[in-house]
């Protein structure tokens, strides 16, 4: 359904709109466009939007979606889109719902039948696999790993049995650990580290998980920002003709 249609029905529209990773010249004109003319955004980290907001010379009001009282303000912002509302749903950066909570607000306009409309763009996700050149055909994407060594070990568990490349975000108190980890999970996989992507101090760590934990552990600046882990796949099972990544 169109969202053209249904301001003839007095039902509004929810875009989700993809933002910037990090360098706010990452937008598409198209979203440019639709952040201009909606009535709200809603948004994950409403300071971070705004700054983004400001760069483009945007003033559309910005209100805050979580991380508390989700159902309530699901409710609300449900009721406004009934009433004919266009709304803009954002993440702090990226794509939206991608290991976000914007999938209780999608749901619930799928549910009361509101029209969606997705505005495709920037994803650290898509980005890093891009980076990587490892064999990323087919990959597992994690999400965003816990931050103790023991969730840590439950959430990378799959490592030594699969062969194909696995996708991660690691908040930066994960970094280390998380290395820790794969070196002991899986000590010969190659890995990408990818730091702080689209940015001017942008780092792509190429490595083991040994490796990679040394030079972080010698260098001044041991926890890198808003990183993106990519391990390669390990080795294939006998007689599938494919090459291991390591």
Partial sequence: M??????????????????????????????LQI???VELIVSENPPVTRRLLDHHRLSTPVTSYGPTDI???????IDRLKRGAQLA????????????PGATLVRSAQKHGIPLVALP????????????????????FLGQL??????????LAILPTTNFAV?????????????????TLAPRRRLVVACDLTLPHEQILI????????????????????????????????????????
């Avoid at 816990?146 to 959430?155: G, S, V």
């Fill in 71 to 77: 159902p309530q303000k699901v409710a609300v912002l």
């Fill in 167 to 183: 996708v991660a975000f690691c908040p930066t108190a994960s970094v280390l650990p998380t290395l820790r980890m794969v070196a």
């Fill in 89 to 100: 749903l954002v993440s702090d950066c990226g794509s939206p719902v991608v290991a976000d």
């Fill in 207 to 246: 490595g083991t998980a040994g490796h990679l934990h040394r030079q972080l552990q010698e260098t001044q600046h041991p926890h890198p920002q808003a990183v993106t882990l990519v391990i390669s796949g390990g080795k294939p099972k006998k007689g599938t003709g494919e090459t291991p990544d390591y």
């Fill in 146 to 155: 816990p931050t103790t060594e023991q969730a840590i070990r439950r959430r």
């Fill in 2 to 31: 169109h969202c053209e249609q249904s301001q003839q029905s007095r039902k509004g529209c929810l875009y989700v709109v993809a933002v910037p990773i990090g360098h706010y010249d990452d937008m598409t004109v198209r979203a």
């Fill in 121 to 140: 763009g920037p994803s650290a996700l898509t980005a890093a696999v891009s980076l990587a050149g490892l064999s990323c055909d087919h990959f597992l």
């Fill in 35 to 37: 952040l201009r003319q």
